[in-house]
């Protein structure tokens, strides 16, 4: 099975929504996760090519 990034979000977003309706003072500290963690997969792929 391929778990890809467009995947993966839906999944992301899911999970923090139970979370915040469970703990609603996690809500700033998942949002910044959830931030970071789009952040670094949308740099990753790009940080190691070189355009000649």
Do not use: W
Request: proline share 6%; net charge neutral.
């Amino acid at each position: 099975m391929h778990l890809d990034i467009i995947m993966i979000q839906p999944l992301v977003a899911l999970l923090f929504g139970v979370l915040i309706l469970i703990l609603p003072r996690l809500l700033n500290y998942l949002i910044a996760i959830y931030l970071i963690f789009i952040g670094l997969t949308g740099l990753f792929p790009h940080m190691f090519t070189t355009v000649t």
